[in-house]
């Protein structure tokens, strides 16, 4: 069964560098995603993408954020300047255009020092 | 306000006993009314979903009702099994917009043999 990979699986980075977060959705999906998840906390929606650009984004997507498909595979989040509190899992998801459901990818634990 | 809220933040029930969690949503626009399972440090997986046009799903084990006059839905599993234990996390998604998801905080089930 196909699914959403995500690299690397853990990310550790300096507060002020430049981080890029990369998955690779479900191949005939057409609407991807970026969430976070703090630890302990609950899954929050970042932003969402289709048709090669941004659909929505939520007041934590700001300008330090960005996003990219950059070829017809990869789906990119990056972050230009981390903060210590972007530090989180930050999972990825896809779905096809007929069906409401997100397909997650296993996540990537950005840790910033 | 939180758009989701749901409860028990968490839950503990011997092997065999029913577990439910509840969850309510403000906005009357969702339509769309997901459950998801995140077992430790792994993805969140989808469980049971349903649409507002639809009051009560079943799959085996796991059941979601859903009272839309109410605006709440919940979750029902029977049979617990200790690989029940994960944390639940329920979701809302807007009738307009791309699929966003809203989650809820999480429920902690903790099934003990």
């Known amino acids: 069964e196909p699914e959403v990979t995500q690299t690397p699986s853990h990310q550790v980075t300096q507060m002020g560098q430049e981080v890029i977060l990369r998955c690779v959705p479900i191949?005939?999906?057409?609407?991807f995603y970026w969430y976070r998840q703090i630890l302990g906390q609950k899954v929050e929606f970042l932003v969402s993408f289709y048709n090669n650009e941004i659909s929505e984004k939520s007041e934590i997507f700001d300008d330090q954020f960005s996003v990219e498909r950059p070829d017809g595979s990869n789906f990119t989040l990056k972050i230009r300047s981390t903060k210590l509190e972007d530090s989180a899992m930050y999972f990825c998801?896809?779905?096809?255009?007929?069906?409401?459901?997100?397909?997650f990818g296993p996540g990537t634990r950005l840790t910033v020092l | 306000g939180e758009n989701v809220e749901q409860h028990p933040s968490t839950l503990s029930v011997q092997e065999g006993d029913s577990a439910v969690i509840k969850c309510t949503y403000s906005d009357s626009a969702s339509n769309y009314f997901p459950w998801y399972k995140q077992e430790l440090g792994k993805r969140p997986q989808l469980i049971i979903d349903i649409r507002s046009n639809v009051g009560e799903k079943k799959d085996q084990r796991i059941a979601v009702t859903l009272n839309k006059t109410a605006k709440h839905f919940s979750l029902h599993i029977t049979e617990t099994q200790p690989e029940d234990s994960a944390v639940y996390f329920c979701a809302e998604k807007r009738n307009s917009g791309y699929s966003t998801l809203t989650f809820g905080k999480g429920t902690m089930l903790l099934v003990s043999p």
């Open positions: 998801a896809s779905r096809e255009e007929r069906y409401n459901e997100q397909f």
């Open positions: 191949s005939n999906h057409l609407y």
